[in-house]
């Protein structure tokens, strides 16, 4: 019984502070399990014969450093303990990527049950990146520029037209309507105005993510301006505040959270619409590099390319998660 209660103590995650997130159950078993199943995938690729011709040296470093430095980071973590929580919460999905990467690589390489070229193995997309990664490099920079112009864009757009739209009648009964008819209009319907209007594919682009931010963040910061309590305004108004004091101090800081929304809401749609974009007019970029890799049948380059577009989306949800942290800060404790 008391080890029971042992254990139940170490899956509580803790009621305040920042391990607060990592709620996984601190099991060293899972720490083992993730750096075992990467072994796992080494020693599939070392010793099951190959049944494709392909290079897989890449492939082997890379699970190689992984498991490594899996196995590093977790020593280092001993007198961490931000760290290890860290490393506790994302063991089990490491080992499942892990299975994941064995299994693929048995059905692929190994056997050949999923036939080339629609089914490279990871071995081959992995080599693929290393031996295309300035082409690659050079797509994804392009790719960045173009999402961070339209994402700001849109940023800014949604967040003053939603502030317009929750905190003024007048402006709420001429923009409201255009928000909702151009909020349903997929983007990619505007690629034929947007190519005859601007001059460049770049700023057809822009254009484009513009709008496919725009709504998601101009709908959540009206929304939060709107839901602002009365009894802020009223205690705001018996301290002797004014309208500007009221909107500025008052509404738009109830509406942050909502901001922080909207912006990765926007993030996703401004991504998918990045990649139609650059298939269709844009001469660099990840978008442009997979219609081509597609047009010569080198679906490994356009997994790659995918994966790519994956790890920098998760990157940027990630630095959105900081900076909301960071402007949210005073919620820690209140917010479970």
Known sequence: MISGLKRQKQTVPPANGRDNAYWKPQSKGWILAADAAVWLALAISVCVPDAQAVNSLYYRIALVS???AWAAVWVASARAGGLRAKLYHYSQLVAALGAALAVWDLLSTKSGI?????????????????RER???LVSTLHSMRLFFAGLACGVVLGIVTGVLIGWNRQWNYWLFPVVKVAGVIPPVAWIPLALVIFPTSFQAGVFLLTLASWFSIAFMVSGGIASTPKSYFEVSRTLGADGRFLLFHVAVPHAVPHIFTGIATSAG?????????????????LGWYINWARAWAAYDKVYASIIIMGVAFCVILAVIGLFRNYFLRWQKGIIK
Do not use: H
Not at 119 to 124: H, I, K, V
Not at 273 to 279: D, W
């Open 66 to 68: 992984f498991a490594v």
């Open 114 to 130: 999923l036939q080339l070229p629609f089914f490279p193995g990871p071995a081959q997309i992995v080599e693929v990146m290393c």
């Open 134 to 136: 300035a082409t690659l």
């Open 269 to 285: 749609m401004c991504f998918m619409t990045l990649v139609i974009t650059e298939m269709i007019g844009a001469k660099a970029g």
